[in-house]
């Protein structure tokens, strides 16, 4: 199974909404990514977890949250999201972070709309 | 700080050859990814460089020169379903550094 899986495929909801991302994948991957990318921009890397640990917080602010409840799992938390946190959310994993070539396998991404 | 630059957009010809350049200023640089993302698709990884020269993968050949912080993606018999987007990426201190993307425009 080399796939990464993410659900919602979309996803609206207004500013005072909770919600939840999700990504999965079986690849034995030990580093995973949550990235934001707007229309025609590259992605916009904003956590990396490495061996289910927080390792890297790109300044992103409180009202995203992320969690990685296992090595096969990650979830991002949304919560008072603003009309420009619209954007497409990628999540990627790859082997590790020290990786010989540091492939990393993106999922077909939530396209988040913020009312 | 840290950037890579690459043409915003580039026309080929279906069945041409085309080269897309980056340019790179990183620190901690381990080396040098491309990437691919048609429109409404997800980033798909197509080549790496860590070393000096050229990878090769079917149509795809990847060039690195450390020396020069310059790589680039070459494509070869160009077909319609190579248009997307390109990204190339440098492997730095854990994390990928990303271009803006140069778009690809095959003309038949």
């Known amino acids: 199974d080399t796939e990464v899986t993410q659900t919602p495929k979309h996803l609206v909801m207004g500013m005072t909404n909770k919600k939840s991302l999700k990504c999965e994948q079986h690849?034995?991957?030990?580093?995973m990514y949550w990235y934001k990318q707007k229309a025609k921009k590259p992605p916009e890397l904003m956590f990396v977890?490495?061996?289910?640990?927080?390792?890297i917080n790109e300044s992103v602010p409180s009202r995203f949250s992320p969690e990685c409840p296992n090595s096969s799992l990650l979830n991002l938390h949304l919560h008072a999201l603003q009309p420009e946190d619209s954007a497409l959310y990628l999540c990627?994993?790859?082997?590790?972070?020290?990786?010989?070539?540091?492939?990393?396998?993106f999922g077909p991404g939530t396209r988040l709309t913020v009312l | 700080g840290q950037s890579l630059e690459q043409p915003s957009e580039v026309t080929a010809v279906e069945g041409a050859i085309v080269q897309i350049n980056c340019t790179y200023q990183?620190?901690?640089?381990?080396?040098l990814s491309w990437y691919q993302q048609h429109d409404g698709g997800a980033p798909t990884f197509l080549s790496y460089?860590?070393l000096d020269g050229l990878e090769e993968t079917g149509r795809f050949s990847s060039f690195l020169s450390r020396s020069d912080s310059y790589g680039y993606l070459l494509l070869q018999e160009l077909q319609m379903k190579d248009s997307a987007s390109y990204f190339c990426?440098?492997?730095?201190?854990?994390?990928?550094?990303w271009g803006a993307g140069t778009k690809l425009i095959i003309k038949p």
């Open positions: 990627a994993s790859s082997q590790d972070r020290e990786g010989t070539d540091n492939e990393q396998f």
């Open positions: 690849m034995g991957h030990r580093a």
């Open positions: 977890y490495s061996y289910e640990k927080l390792s």
């Open positions: 990183t620190s901690g640089f381990y080396g």
């Open positions: 460089n860590a």
């Open positions: 990426a440098s492997d730095s201190n854990y994390q990928l550094i």
